[in-house]
């Protein structure tokens, strides 16, 4: 099954994908209007021909939804009206400190780190997703 792992944010959206059980990162989408970040998600879909969608949801350190959730749960409503594939949410927090140590540890330079980050937090949200299903 393939599945595509989405880190939103508010200028870039990170892309991860998965066939199997190892989620790797794909892509970096600068954000623009709406319906074009759709768009461009729908051809990734298409793509991949990706059976499901797990975006990340930022909760606040105590677990609870804040603002910024709030955002990400929006964009995953308009998302679900531009395909029919399922979408799941699973808990992101930390995923970005994560991401940022393995491109550290991998031998990134701090421009190589910033334009690859959100890409690797999608991986790692992904690879949450997938360990959790196991």
Do not use: W
Request: proline content about 2%; some cysteine.
């Amino acid at each position: 099954m393939a599945i595509i792992g989405l880190d939103v944010g508010d200028k870039h959206i990170g892309v991860a994908m998965a066939i199997g059980t190892l989620a790797v990162p794909v892509a970096v989408i600068e954000r623009t209007e709406e319906e074009e970040d759709m768009e461009r998600i729908a051809a990734l879909t298409r793509d991949y021909e990706t059976e499901l969608i797990v975006i990340g949801l930022p909760r606040s350190m105590d677990g609870s939804i804040g603002a910024q959730a709030e955002l990400v749960l929006d964009f995953a409503k308009s998302l679900s009206n531009h395909t029919d594939i399922p979408i799941d949410m699973c808990d992101e927090r930390l995923t970005t400190v994560t991401a940022d140590r393995l491109l550290r540890e991998s031998g990134a330079k701090r421009k190589q780190r910033k334009a690859n980050i959100d890409a690797m937090a999608a991986a790692v949200i992904l690879q949450a997703y997938i360990d959790g299903m196991e």
